[in-house]
C-alpha cells in the first residue's frame, strides 16, 4: 500500500491529543453522523504539507497520481475540474492568443475565459479549425474527451493540428478518471495533452471537488503550480485529499478486479432491459439508455422518486454512472424501467437556435423570458448536466430561445429565480 497523505493523517489522529485550529469542529465525530468522517478534515499544520506549496506528503501523493495516470506531473484539487479550467485558461492567457475550442466544451470554460479576458474562437470540427489559423494566433487548444455521454475524440488528429498551430492541447477529460485502473477501459489523454483535467470525485470513491490537474513538460508544470497557488483555495480540504489518496491506491489494487464485475454486470443489465436500448460509449461504465420518443427527465425524476438517482437526463437519454460501488443495484433500474409510466417526450431538445451573437457592453437587467425578445443575453445557459450552453453571452435572443427557457427553466444553468440576464 501506498496512501502517504491518509496514513500520516490517520497516525495523527492517533497521536492528536488537542486541535486549536481550523476546521473549528476541531475532528469530532459526536455531533452528528454528518462528522463521521471530521477527523479526516484537518488544515495545514506541521508534517500534513500544504496544498499550494507542496514539497511532503501531498507532493508525494501527486507524484504516484501522475505515474498512474502517465503524466510528468499531477496538481491535486480540491475545488474541481472547473478550478483546473481556470489555471489552464490563464496558461491560455499568458501565451497571448485566442483560445480555440473544437466541439462542445463546459460551461466553466467560457466563464474562465471571461474571468481570464481571453477571446474564444470555437469550432465544431477540425475542418472548420483549420481557418482559424488564417487570422488568429491560436494559444491553446482545447476539446472535450470523454463527454457525458461516454464518448471520445481521436486526439491524435487534435494534437497534430496543435502543434501545426504552435498551440498547446488541454484536454477536459473529467470523466475519464476511472481510466487507469482497468485495461478494459480506454486510454485517457496522457499520450497527448499538455494539460488535462481529471475529476476523481465523479468515478471514483473520492469527495465531492476532488480532481486532478494533470501536465506534460517542466515549463507547463510550473507555470501551472504558480497559477494554482493564485487561483486555489487557500482552506483545501484535507477530507477530499486524503479519499483522493485512498481512492488510487485501493483502485491500483483492486481496479482490474472490480471493474470486470461492472462489465459483466452491465453485459446481463443488456439482457433484462426491457425498456429502451443501451448505447455503444467508447467507456462502457457510462451506461446510455435511450428510450425513443419518452421524456426520460420524467423517467429521471420518477426513479428518484423510487429512491434510484441517475446521473442526468437528456431527451430522451437517460445517463448512468456505473461503479464497483453501485453495479449491484443495476437490477433495481432494469426493474423499476418496466413499472414506469412512460410520458411522450413533446420535441427532442433543440439547440440550434439561429441566433447572431454580438459584441455589447451595457448594465445588466434580469428579465422574463417573454421579455427577452431582441436582447442580448449577458451569461451562459444551458441543461445541467451535461453543463454546455447552448444560449451563450453577446446571443441575440430570438423566439425559438424564449420557447427553450419557458420549457426547460427549471433545469438550466444560467437563470436568477427564472429570469433572464440581459444587457440593458
Known sequence: MSRSLYDKIKEYNTAVKARFCMP????????????????????????????????????????????????????????????????????????QGVALAIGDMHKSFYSSA?????????????????????????????????????????????????????????????????????????????????????????????????AILLTNGEDTYQQCRILRADIHTTSPSYLVMASMDFADDYMAERGEEEYAKVKLAIDKFKINLKVGKVVDTDDFTRLVIKIDGVDCAQVSDRLAERG?????????????????????KLDLIAKELGSIPLEKLESDIDVDFGMQNVERRGDVILVA???????????????????????KKGDVINQKAIEFLKKYSSRLFGLASGMLAVIK
Open 24 to 95: 473549528a469542529h476541531s475532528g469530532q465525530a459526536y455531533l452528528d453522523d454528518l462528522y463521521s468522517s471530521a477527523v479526516f478534515d484537518w488544515t495545514e499544520v506541521h508534517g500534513l504539507d500544504n496544498l499550494l506549496y507542496s514539497e511532503d506528503v501531498i507532493a508525494d501523493c501527486e507524484k504516484r497520481l501522475a505515474r498512474r495516470y502517465g503524466y510528468d506531473d499531477a496538481l491535486m484539487l480540491t475545488s474541481g475540474s472547473t478550478c483546473g479550467m481556470q489555471i489552464a485558461m490563464a496558461v491560455a492567457k499568458s501565451r
Open 114 to 210: 471571461r474571468i481570464m479576458d481571453v477571446k474564444l474562437r470555437c469550432c465544431k470540427d477540425l475542418k472548420e479549425a483549420d481557418s482559424v489559423l488564417a487570422n488568429d494566433k491560436v494559444a491553446c487548444v482545447f476539446v472535450t474527451s470523454p463527454n457525458y455521454f461516454g464518448k471520445t475524440l481521436q486526439l491524435k488528429e487534435i494534437k497534430d493540428f496543435a502543434l501545426k498551430a504552435g498551440a498547446l492541447l488541454v484536454v477536459d477529460e473529467a470523466h475519464s478518471a476511472h481510466f487507469p485502473y482497468s485495461t478494459q477501459l480506454p486510454d485517457n489523454a496522457s499520450k497527448y495533452a499538455d494539460i488535462a483535467l481529471a475529476s476523481m470525485h465523479k468515478t471514483l470513491p473520492v469527495y465531492g471537488g476532488g
Open 369 to 391: 423570458p417573454d421579455d427577452a425578445l431582441g436582447k442580448v443575453c449577458a451569461v451562459d445557459i444551458g441543461i445541467y448536466p451535461p453543463g454546455v450552453p447552448v444560449i
Open 308 to 328: 434510484i438517482f441517475a446521473e442526468m437526463a437528456y431527451g430522451d437519454l437517460l445517463v448512468l454512472i456505473v461503479t464497483p460501488f453501485n453495479y449491484d
